[in-house]
């Protein structure tokens, strides 16, 4: 039964009743004797007919009787003159018309003895037609052949009298849509035909049993072959259970592509073909397609509920969980559409178990997750105030989860989201964008990246230096922000969010710029142009390099990877300092020159400062490159979760 809240699985609605035909497949114009129920002599005349028929039906059969030459044994009816094989058809469904007719009124008659062993002989030959035709045209009725050239609305449509049927020998085209078609799909329509003109003949001659027992064999080998080549086997749940999560892994993704040509392909060429070729009986067409297929369709619907109950519950494996979740519901409406009989049922509703079994498993994995991020209590801090390896791991998850945001929104629907009032303020009004899927859903990744937000404001404490946690923090958030404008986190918590965010880098970066360089800024006087005795001057010079150097010496280990928030930083000390510094340099430069140790006095320029700020941010070299956090995201279990 399908769970509350999984929208996605309406496409398994209960099916109605199928149309079974309720006359019989072998039921003619000539079966009901009221019919020719008008003379006296219907007798005789039945006689005639009977025998007239015979004598036509008697050299086209016995020509082609497989056990009485050996030029019927080897040839092929159809294949050596397609005009004749035409007519036999019509003589031996002309043949069994007379058999209804002559039976009505003479049941024991030895004219029916010599016509049944005539139709014996003609549908034996047909057996062997429709086995050749099957197994030497295995490359132009593949599924895919059949699902270029057709569709299963316009061929179950068609009437028996098909526009499939080919007139003479030069007449090699069939048309099915009125189009101009390939060489290789004229074939193919040709051939699908041919073996509708012959299981018609056999089933309307009461040979049903025999067409379809030709017909199973080849065609549920082709599937059975079909699912095996996709890389789709059938396991156990205690052969899943030992695999290495590596094997599990790669069958998961044959799995995915086994599902795309498989609905796409496979399974749609059969059910065209199937359709086409038994359109005369509803019964028929569902009892032959479903015996064929039903195999290998629950061997390819079965694996994604052995792999949930099977694989543990962790971060990592939840991508492919919801890569085989979300390909279900995309071919949902197709395994509706393709297996649509009462019969197949039993297909259906396991696409529906496995739908919800791997929906079980992925909340559990996000549970996990969420679980793990709020555990985590590690102490370590990074030099410069860096990138966290806890920020890089959570936020490559959490984008990687972005991309499944639809199909989340429906796993989780039974999941009460996070109550706004355990939200800051902040995180109000999210998912104002209207690419949003669900303001639930939003909510979610919202809360995700809140609990992230504040394991970094208890990791900034572990910092001795203040104003290198308010870089930290400032980082961080900076990345956070970034990974979330690159992803489909933007259309999930919206604009509203990421501009909250974006002031609250702002306060982070000047709360840093007050800690770190206030002492270096009020080490310059306030009026730098006034006049001040020599020695005045003397002092304010070299107070500011010592503030300067002590700041700079620190500062210079300190890391910016995001080159724009770094020029902002930059550029705001720059504005705060330089201008104060280089209109007290050049009103006071000349009084010192003129004493001794002047260099010891004036050791910078308003230039050499903004060389020095200008490197700023870098890091000590042996830090290695920052470029390494801006990497695309993996799917592994994030390193600071294990």
């Known amino acids: 039964m399908p769970r509350k809240g999984m929208k996605t699985l309406n496409w398994f609605s209960p099916k109605h009743n199928s149309t079974i035909d309720t006359n019989s497949p072998s039921t003619s114009q000539f079966s009901s004797p009221s019919r020719f129920a008008f003379s006296p002599s219907r007798s005789s005349f039945s006689e005639v007919v009977i025998d007239r028929t015979i004598e036509m039906a008697e050299t086209m059969i016995t020509k082609w009787d497989p056990d009485t030459t050996t030029f019927a044994k080897v040839t092929s009816l159809f294949y050596e003159n397609r005009k004749e094989a035409k007519d036999f058809i ?55 052949s059949i699902s270029t050239i057709s569709s299963r609305t316009s061929i179950s449509t068609r009437s028996s009298t098909s526009e499939f049927e ?86 998961i993704k044959d799995w995915l592509n086994a599902m795309d040509v498989a609905m796409k392909t496979l399974f749609d060429g059969e059910r065209i073909l199937c359709d086409h070729v038994f359109a005369s009986s509803n019964a028929i067409r569902e009892s032959c397609f479903t015996e064929i297929s039903k195999d290998g369709a629950m061997i390819l619907f079965s694996l994604p509920e052995i792999v949930a109950k099977n694989s543990k519950k962790s971060p990592e494996k939840v991508f492919r ?109 999210i998912a104002d964008s209207d690419f949003s899927p669900a303001p639930a859903i939003s909510l979610r990744f919202a809360w995700l990246i809140l609990i992230l937000l504040c394991k970094l404001d208890v990791k900034a404490k572990h910092y001795k230096d203040v104003s290198v946690a308010y870089l930290f923090l400032a980082n961080n958030l900076r990345y956070v922000v970034i990974k979330v404008r690159s992803s489909n986190l933007k259309y999930l918590l919206g604009e509203n969010w990421i501009s909250k965010q974006e002031g609250k880098i702002k306060q982070f970066a000047t709360n840093y710029e007050r800690l770190g360089w206030n002492h270096v800024m009020e080490s310059l006087p306030r009026e730098p142009n006034a006049s001040m005795a020599p020695q005045q001057v003397k002092e304010i010079f070299k107070r500011f390099n010592s503030s300067f150097e002590q700041a700079h010496r620190k500062q210079s280990h300190y890391v910016v990877p995001n080159s724009k928030l770094r020029d902002d930083l930059k550029v705001s000390i720059a504005r705060k300092i330089l201008p104060v510094y280089r209109e007290f340099y050049n009103k006071h430069k000349d009084t010192i020159v003129k004493e001794r140790h002047s260099s010891h006095v004036i050791k910078y320029s308003a230039e050499d400062l903004a060389h020095f700020l200008s490197d700023l941010f870098f890091g000590p070299i042996e830090s290695g490159s920052s470029s390494s956090v801006e990497s695309s995201p993996s799917r592994t279990i994030p390193s600071q979760l294990q």
């Open 166 to 251: 080919v007139e003479d020998d030069d007449d090699r085209v069939a048309a099915i849509s009125g189009e101009s078609i390939s060489e290789v799909e004229d074939i193919s329509s040709g051939v699908m035909a041919d073996l509708r003109l012959i299981a018609e003949c056999m089933i309307s001659s009461g040979y049903t049993k025999e067409c379809l027992q030709i017909y199973k064999v080849i065609r549920k080998s082709i599937i059975d072959e079909g699912i095996y080549r996709l890389g789709v086997e059938k396991l156990s749940i205690s052969q899943v259970h030992k695999m290495h999560w590596e094997v599990v892994d790669l069958k």
């Open 321 to 429: 969980l919801l890569d085989m979740y979300t390909s279900i519901v995309e071919h949902g409406t197709e395994i509706e559409t393709t297996f649509s009989f009462d019969s197949e049922s039993d297909i259906r509703s396991q696409a529906l178990t496995s739908l919800v079994k791997l929906g079980e498993s992925i909340r559990m994995s996000l549970a996990e997750f969420e679980t793990a991020l709020q555990k985590e209590s590690s102490k370590m801090t990074i030099a410069g105030g860096g990138i966290h390896p806890l920020t890089i791991d959570a936020m490559n998850y959490i984008i990687l989860l972005a991309d499944y945001s639809n199909v989340l929104s429906d796993i989780l629907a039974d999941s009460p989201p996070p109550a706004k009032g355990s939200l800051p303020e902040s995180y109000f009004g």
């Open 90 to 144: 019509k003589c031996v469904n002309n043949l069994h018309k007379a058999m209804h007719f002559h039976a009505s009124e003479n049941s024991r008659s030895d004219k029916l003895i010599r016509a049944q062993s005539l139709m014996q002989i003609a549908m034996k030959r047909l057996q062997k037609e429709f086995y050749q035709i099957l197994s030497i045209n295995r490359a132009h009725l593949d599924p895919e």
